[in-house]
């Protein structure tokens, strides 16, 4: 388990990103989906990282600093209808470069709303990341929002998706930032992910 996270830096270009000499994670995933909050439900820093009802809250590539030993990092989320052309373009130079060049970086873990059936978005992004071979895992979000049986049918449906685009499934996690379910087995991975 995490036991201490504080926030480093915020930056819009990835070459002023923190000296790459520690292990690094980083969340994505579409605008809402509830990675900022996830991320103050691993930590449990309550407003560690800035959270909104509003889509597009976060903005910049935010660097934390995790037990003074690796770095989490909350990325601005893809996929708001309300952005501009303009933004868009920008954001994705900004993520894919650093996706692609960040020396440091052991996997992402990319968020996806478990109330929603598959959504293409998620698949391209999820498929961006093969063919880049940016290593991922998928954590499920807002479990609490549904009954079980609707999670885990969700779930599997898109799971059904990656095996088809992969063929194999990829290390999952269903979470709720609200009850906090997944702490335990997602905190797991990411230092196993970090220690390799
Ligand atoms: P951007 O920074 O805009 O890309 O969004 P984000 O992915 O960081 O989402 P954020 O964590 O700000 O959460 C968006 C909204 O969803 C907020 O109103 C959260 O309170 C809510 N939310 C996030 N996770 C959960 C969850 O597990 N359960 C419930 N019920 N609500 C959640
Ligand atoms: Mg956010």
């Not at 994505?28 to 959270?51: D, F, H, Y």
Request: charged content about 30%.
């Amino acid at each position: 388990m995490i036991r201490k996270a504080t926030f480093l830096i915020s930056n819009t270009d990835p070459k002023k990103c923190p000296k790459p000499d520690r292990a690094e994670i980083a969340f994505i995933g579409r605008s809402n989906v509830g990675k900022s909050s996830l991320i103050n439900m691993l930590t449990g820093v309550k407003e560690l990282a800035k959270t909104s009802q509003k889509p597009g809250k976060t903005q910049l590539i935010n660097h934390f600093t995790i037990d003074d030993r690796w770095y989490l990092v909350d990325l601005p989320g893809y996929g708001f209808a309300k952005v501009s052309k303009d933004k868009k373009v920008k954001w994705e130079k900004m993520i894919s470069d650093y996706l692609t060049n960040r020396a440091n970086l052991c996997g992402v873990i990319v968020l996806i709303d478990s109330r929603l059936e598959p959504q293409m978005i998620d698949l391209e992004f999820l498929n961006w990341c093969g063919e880049e071979g940016v290593p991922f895992a998928v954590a499920f979000t807002k479990a609490d929002k549904q009954s079980k049986t609707q999670t885990d049918k969700n779930v599997r449906t898109f799971l059904n998706k990656l095996v088809e685009i992969f063929g194999e499934t990829p290390d999952y996690f269903v979470t709720s930032a609200e009850k906090g379910q997944g702490k335990e087995e997602l905190s797991k991975f990411l230092y196993e992910l970090v220690s390799e």
